[in-house]
């Protein structure tokens, strides 16, 4: 009789394990979907998990009832049982008696882990929406029944916190840990590697400034009021824009902003005035932090904004396009147009005007890029690395790069040529 009611005990802990990994492994749009088509089962199993602290303490008292009661019926009259049986066996029967006991408790927890445990477990996790929808309605009642357990263990739980004068504290995931999280996926198979590109980026902007990634004012198209229709016509053609800023004498004088379509509408007129199709421009501050900036994005006409420094004059304009560019451009080595090529030797010749988030991604820095939020390109960067500006040929060693310079002008570094020294790694340069 004790060895029946042992295996229902065992087969009852699986079940609770069953029950608890597969409503905590279900795929929700799954059951919602099925929920809305009628399946009172689904819809008890999404209630359940989306709601899981008063059944997973039910599933908790289950599971540790269970366990005391398998002790209870094992330890002592079973234990004694096979003790008695093993006494009988001749000249051998007095030494084996003692052992009785604790081959029971061997065999029980060697069932319990197996059945009790280990298969249920897995067949919640790999049959979870199946296994959620059987278990759901029975343990939604016997939740439903044990609330008042559930009850007075919460309370009980909250007040010898108190007297230990321990409070709650609600963990908080940090950045560093989603990030190793995601790269366990990558691993796994479970997360590309272009969308944990994405998702480090989005955290590297988060600390950047719309200085950070603004087209500077040199490398931007405008139409100046005395232009003609022909100027005007001239430029759209060689430099299609949805938006162009409008200037007076010359890119501090801001007069407003105009939209290809209209442009396009009223060029052909006799009357065309190019005052009367401009908006109101929007400024913004270098520090503006670039999340912050698309937060105002949504309170202008258009999806640009001049950025002007501390004392007032214009450094360039930033758009919405220049957010999601620096969220998922990924730089390349082969293109010849672009500011970073791969060389014959192995080497990597760049633009000093190449922007330094994406030099950072290129040569798998992005760790470092927190440091360097305070310049905006390569240039910027090897200057106040170098502490003056650098001759043609003078070399430092950053990080895991050799820095070479390679072409100079009076003020700037136009080029460098970088190499990766593979017996550094950038944790042991940080």
């Not at 905590?24 to 929920?35: G, P, Q, V």
């Amino acid at each position: 009789m004790e060895l029946v009611i042992i295996l229902v005990l065992i087969v009852l802990n699986g079940i609770f394990s069953m029950s608890e990994i597969s409503l905590i492994s279900i795929r929700k749009h799954k059951l919602e979907r099925e929920a809305k088509q009628g399946n009172k089962s689904a819809k008890a199993a999404l209630e359940l998990a989306e709601n899981p602290n008063n059944f997973l303490s039910t599933v908790q008292i289950g599971i540790t009832l269970i366990g005391i009661l398998t002790g209870v019926f094992s330890g002592a009259s079973m234990g004694d049982e096979l003790g008695k049986l093993l006494a009988t066996i001749p000249m051998v029967g007095s030494y084996l008696a003692p052992l009785g006991p604790v081959i029971v408790i061997l065999l029980v927890t060697y069932l319990t882990i197996v059945i009790g445990e280990l298969v249920p477990k897995r067949l919640g996790l790999y049959a979870s929406d199946r296994v959620a929808k059987l278990v759901a309605i029975p343990m939604k009642i016997l939740s439903m029944l044990m609330k008042p357990f559930v009850w007075l263990l919460s309370i009980s739980t909250q007040f010898l916190l108190w007297l230990m004068r321990i409070k709650d504290n609600d963990e908080i995931v940090s950045e560093e840990e989603i990030k190793a999280m995601i790269e366990e996926s990558v691993e796994d198979g479970e997360i590309q590697d272009v969308e944990q590109h994405i998702v480090n980026r989005v955290f590297y902007l988060g600390d950047l400034t719309v200085r950070s990634i603004l087209t500077s004012r040199k490398d931007v198209q405008v139409i100046r009021l005395e232009d003609t229709k022909r100027d005007i016509k001239k430029l759209i053609r060689e430099y299609t824009h949805n938006v162009y800023p409008v200037v007076g004498e010359d890119f501090d004088d801001i007069k407003g902003v105009v939209d290809l379509p209209s442009i396009l509408r009223n060029i052909d007129k006799k009357d065309f005035d190019i005052n009367s199709l401009l908006v109101e421009p929007t400024f913004v501050r270098e520090d503006t932090k670039v999340y912050d900036f698309l937060a105002q994005l949504k309170d202008t006409p258009h999806e640009f904004a001049f950025v002007f420094d501390a004392y007032g004059g214009v450094d360039g304009i930033v758009t919405g396009q220049s957010v999601l560019d620096e969220l998922v451009y990924a730089p390349s080595f082969d293109n010849e147009t672009t500011l970073i090529v791969e060389q014959e030797d192995g080497s990597f010749l760049v633009d000093g005007q190449c922007p330094i988030m994406d030099f950072l991604f290129c040569f798998d820095l992005d760790l470092l890029a927190r440091e360097y939020t305070n310049v905006t390109t390569v240039n910027g960067l090897f200057i106040n690395e170098f502490e003056h500006i650098p001759a043609a040929g003078e070399m430092l060693v950053w990080h895991n790069l050799r820095v070479t310079v390679k072409n100079v002008s009076e003020t700037t570094i136009e080029q460098l040529v970088v190499e990766q020294l593979e017996s550094i790694s950038v944790e042991e340069s940080l």
